[in-house]
């Protein structure tokens, strides 16, 4: 990537080995200008390579090379870099910009004459796809016409049409490469040649990814604004977002394809689904269809999604643009997302859960706590039965003896529990979590694993987890490189925690055991965790415990909690329980509670200070008058028994004993029954009403019309 971006220009005698024409004065200033950009081009090393064989005709390379790629990707200076050494091989260059040429065949051939007046050639053509109606003319009637020496190289910013390797035999003189962002060292080196401050670096890498424009421009207002390079967090100015997205995107055809764009650039993936999630009144399929092939959109398995610079200034444009609706796009997709993965198989909710944890986390300085973009790709495995001695192995050797006796009671235990984490590439193990379900424990395991003991122990001295409930943990995140610290592995351990706690049923608290509190208390603070006002957990080996009660504040207050701070910036303090005005009612407590909602149905005065007012499930079915919800609640648990046969009867006992004023003789007389059977039948409507309550209570809502359950 050369520091200018200017492309060939010139025509073609402009472009001739021995620069005809020119005065030896602008030959000078040509000369300084090729020297500059020979001095800041960095990177491309198998691009050079690739034309270095052909320039020289080795066996096998090719006699023409199409280079494609985004809008500031260094397409114009590598062909600047191919021209100088094409140059300096004594080859005559002859340089078209398609911005100076007209779209003609006569205009294309009058810039390109001079290529037929020499044996060897280099022609050279830039912004290639403004021929694309001319495509097929210039590869099936100019190009074969070329003297056999000719070496062409053509960049653009689309990738060639199909046709071109539809032919075998352009598949031997033809070679296609798309031009990928920098590596990482390549990227420093070229901040460096643009004199940015080192201290600086892995922000403007970060922000950057790879691309050379935005390094550029990145490295340009990093060098002249104001910012101090003690700020913890930097962010690129308006400006650089600007010329960004007028270099790479452009204008839109319409409002419908720009919220197109603004959903790309807030996701991962976008599919036709999505976009008619998103935006039900517009045509997806139309839509999508244009995305698809948008030169700064990448094709993958699960939809398209931009380059990652081209993400983050969409999304930080539209966030600057339009707040407001940028929060309502915000709150459409994360719903959406919560939907997949409480309901999706698991794969899919799995990436639903990816999905949920990107867009949370578009905050600025929420990139501390995230992978690296140029770190290798990892992916999630179950754990498999011949993974387990490697995963002992591999805590042995990262977290110590104590630790690998923990993880292998519990891979005897709860195997089901660990997911591992491999490289894409290699299938190289990194590491592993462990989520663990923990309803109670015994002797063996709390003497064992003291960490998960004490967690269970805190929690059950706060709110109790309660019948038919559990505790889940995030007990081990065990890794080979980056240990505690974020890197992709880290983001799979994320996704997981995330889809197991929107996923799981009767989860009444969650709690992630962090070898490293201090570091990640800012991020799980954001996520509505807080940490117990007790020790820290084994304070002597570290530890520390990040917990939520799903009951006091479920999942869709949750979310609405982490949406509200995500505009907001980092939390300047660190969460605390939170106190919620609702009841965790026992057993027991709800039982009772129904019995005296019964015995006041004829008096609502009586029920004011029934206990299931401050549950959950009476206060999302109130609007303002708990009362009557409690009252219409009992009565549904109660009407639910005449809707089978089988408790038909029991309905009509229980109706006739709460809802009049008779005495419980005169209502078995009205029934006909022995005394004994109608408190035989009572009682079991009453544990039928009791256990439809506390069903409904534990799912935090009214489910769906089933037979009720058997009674004795």
């Known amino acids: 990537m050369a520091k200018g971006d200017s492309a060939l220009r010139s025509g073609p005698g402009g472009n001739s080995a021995d620069g005809h024409g020119r005065s030896g004065e602008s030959s000078r200033l040509a000369d300084r200008l090729a020297s500059a950009r020979l001095q800041y081009f960095v990177g491309r090393r198998e691009e050079l390579a690739l034309f270095r064989r052909a320039l020289a005709g080795e066996p096998g390379a090719p006699m023409v090379i199409v280079l494609h790629g985004p809008g500031g990707m260094g397409k114009s200076a590598l062909l600047q870099r191919f021209a100088a050494e094409a140059r300096d091989a004594g080859r005559p260059v002859v340089g078209v910009d398609a911005r100076t040429v007209d779209f003609s065949p006569a205009a294309f051939e009058e810039a390109t004459a001079e290529v037929f007046a020499q044996d060897n050639a280099v022609l050279l053509v830039d912004d290639f796809e403004r021929y694309r109606d001319m495509e097929e003319w210039i590869r099936d009637r100019f190009l074969p016409r070329l003297p056999a020496g000719a070496l062409v190289v053509v960049a653009g910013r689309l990738a060639p049409d199909p046709l071109w390797k539809a032919d075998l035999a352009w598949s031997e003189v033809l070679q296609v490469v798309p031009l990928k962002e920098l590596g990482p060292a390549d990227s420093a080196a070229l901040l460096t040649s643009q004199g940015a401050d080192p201290s600086l670096h892995a922000a403007l890498l970060g922000f950057a990814a790879g691309h050379p424009l935005a390094l550029r421009l990145a490295a340009e207002a990093a060098t002249h604004d104001n910012t101090s390079t ?8 308006r400006a650089v977002v600007d010329r960004l997205l007028t270099h790479m995107v452009g204008k839109p055809p319409s409002s419908a394809h720009r919220r197109a764009l603004e959903v790309c650039g807030h996701v991962v993936d976008t599919t036709e689904e999505l976009l008619r999630v ?6 997806a399929t139309e839509l999508f269809a244009w995305l698809r092939q948008l030169s700064f959109m990448k094709s993958g398995p699960f939809g398209v999604c931009p380059y990652d610079v081209v993400r983050d200034a969409l999304d930080s444009d539209f966030r600057w643009r339009d707040p407001e609706r940028y929060k309502a796009m915000h709150r459409t997709l994360r719903r959406h997302f919560v939907e997949r993965v409480r309901n999706a198989p698991e794969k899919e909710a799995l990436r639903a859960a990816r999905e949920f944890n990107h867009i949370v986390s578009r905050a600025q300085w929420l990139r501390e706590f995230q992978g690296g973009r140029d770190e290798a790709a990892v992916h999630e495995q179950p754990m498999r039965p011949e993974d387990a001695p490697a995963l002992i192995d591999l805590t042995l050797r990262v977290e110590g003896e104590h ?23 290699t299938g190289q193990l990194l590491g592993f ?4 379900r923990i309803d109670d424990l015994d002797d063996e395991t709390r003497t064992v694993d003291p960490v998960t003991a004490e967690a269970w122990e805190l929690v059950s001295s706060m709110t109790p987890p309660r019948q038919g409930e559990h505790l889940g943990v995030a007990r081990f995140m065990v890794h080979e490189e980056n240990c505690h610290r974020p890197s992709r592995s880290w983001d799979l351990v994320r996704m997981r925690i995330v889809f197991e706690l929107l996923r799981a049923k009767h989860c009444a608290w969650s709690c992630v055991v962090s070898a490293e509190p201090k570091f990640w208390a800012p991020l799980m603070t954001y996520l509505g965790m807080f940490q117990p006002p007790h020790r820290a957990v084994r304070a002597d080996r570290g530890y520390g415990l990040f917990c939520h009660d799903w009951r006091a504040v479920r999942v869709d207050e949750w979310a609405e909690g982490i949406d509200a701070r995500l505009l907001s910036g980092a939390p300047a303090l660190a969460a605390k329980e939170p106190k919620s005005r609702l ?11 129904v019995r005296e909602a019964l015995r006041s149905w004829l008096d609502p005065g009586g029920l004011a200070d029934n206990p299931l007012l401050r549950s959950r499930l009476v206060e999302e079915l109130s609007e303002g008058d708990p009362v009557t919800a409690l009252r219409d609640l009992i009565g549904k648990a109660v009407q639910r028994l005449n809707s089978h046969a089988r408790t038909r009867q029991l309905h009509e006992v229980l109706t006739m004993t709460y809802h009049s004023t008779s005495t419980q003789d005169a209502v078995a007389r009205r029934l006909n029954m022995a005394f004994s059977t109608y408190r035989r039948h009572l009682a079991r409507a009453l544990d039928e009403v009791r256990e439809t309550v506390w069903d409904w209570e534990v799912h935090g809502r009214i489910r769906a019309e089933q037979e009720p359950s058997q009674g004795s």
């Open 230 to 237: 003690d700020e913890v967090f930097w962010a690129p100015l």
């Open 278 to 283: 998103v935006l039900p009144d517009e045509d």
């Open 433 to 436: 979590i462990a989520w663990l």
């Open 403 to 425: 630790n690998s006796r923990v993880v292998a009671h519990w891979l005897k235990r709860q195997p089901e529990a660990f997911h591992v984490h491999r490289r894409c590439d």
């Open 583 to 593: 009841t965790s009612l026992s057993r027991e407590e709800s039982d009772a509670a």
